[in-house]
């Protein structure tokens, strides 16, 4: 894989004249993680929107490159994983077929291996149901699948185990590990457990990084 690096400039958002946050810089590079923290409302969600995205900073710049080459913002989705608890799925398609309609508006490959990440979640058995009859639980396990689907330089993970149980949370901190041994993984959380996983802390309550004593 591509050598990622991912640097965010003096980053500000301004919602109807409240600023959010403001001044925020980070370099991240491969092999490095980082947890983002917070109060309710300091911006940690908005932020991971940002970097994915889907939304666009009030000021600031975010500049992500591969083996040195910058990648311009309008292709920056195509090395981004996103996982967050409100992003939509289409409750009346079935598993395979959300994934193959994201796969299709995102310009993803064909063949990429969508059974088996469905199996790593444990929902391969329920692949052909509509979503409809999944748990928010088996949702944010879809998202995860989707999320993972390219296997992205960079995953973004909002509140990453939310709505899962044991099982799922034990998967998603192997998938935390292993993005850590091959790109970037930014958590969005105030989880204790979540945040310890991670190298560092950007606290958005004093717009300082602080180490995490965690694993990096």
Same mark, same amino acid.
């Given at each position: 894989m591509a050598r990622v690096t991912l640097k965010v400039s003096g980053l500000k958002r301004v919602f109807s004249r409240r600023t959010v946050f403001s001044g925020i810089d980070f370099e991240i590079g491969e092999n490095d993680s980082m947890a983002v923290t917070g109060r309710n409302g300091s911006g940690k969600s908005t932020l991971l929107k940002i970097l994915a995205g889907v939304l666009s900073p009030s000021r600031g710049s975010i500049d992500l490159s591969l083996d040195a080459k910058p990648v311009s913002n309008d292709l920056r989705y195509r090395y981004v994983g996103f996982v967050a608890? @409100?992003?939509?799925? @289409?409750d009346e398609f079935t598993a395979i077929e959300n994934l193959e309609f994201f796969r299709r508006v995102r310009g993803l490959q064909k063949n990429l291996p969508v059974v088996p990440?469905?199996?790593?979640?444990?929902?391969?058995?329920?692949?052909?149901?509509?979503?409809?009859?999944? *748990? *928010?639980?088996?949702?944010?396990? $879809?998202? @995860?699948?989707?999320?993972?689907?390219?296997?992205?330089?960079?995953?973004?993970?909002?509140?990453?185990? #939310?709505?899962?149980?044991?099982?799922?949370?034990? $998967?998603? @901190?192997? =998938? =935390?590990?292993?993005?850590?041994?091959?790109?970037? $993984? =930014?958590?969005?959380?105030?989880?204790?457990?979540?945040?310890?996983?991670?190298?560092? $802390?950007?606290?958005?309550? *004093?717009?300082?990084?602080? #180490? *995490?004593?965690?694993?990096?």
């Open positions: 608890p @409100y992003l939509q799925l @289409y990440l469905l199996e790593r979640f444990g929902i391969a058995d329920r692949k052909d149901d509509p979503l409809r009859t999944f *748990s *928010s639980g088996m949702k944010q396990r $879809v998202k @995860y699948a989707f999320a993972l689907l390219h296997q992205p330089p960079v995953l973004l993970l909002d509140e990453p185990t #939310s709505n899962l149980d044991a099982a799922g949370i034990d $998967v998603v @901190y192997r =998938i =935390i590990e292993e993005q850590q041994q091959r790109g970037i $993984v =930014i958590v969005a959380t105030n989880n204790a457990e979540e945040t310890g996983r991670c190298a560092r $802390v950007l606290d958005l309550d *004093s717009l300082r990084q602080t #180490s *995490s004593g965690g694993p990096g």
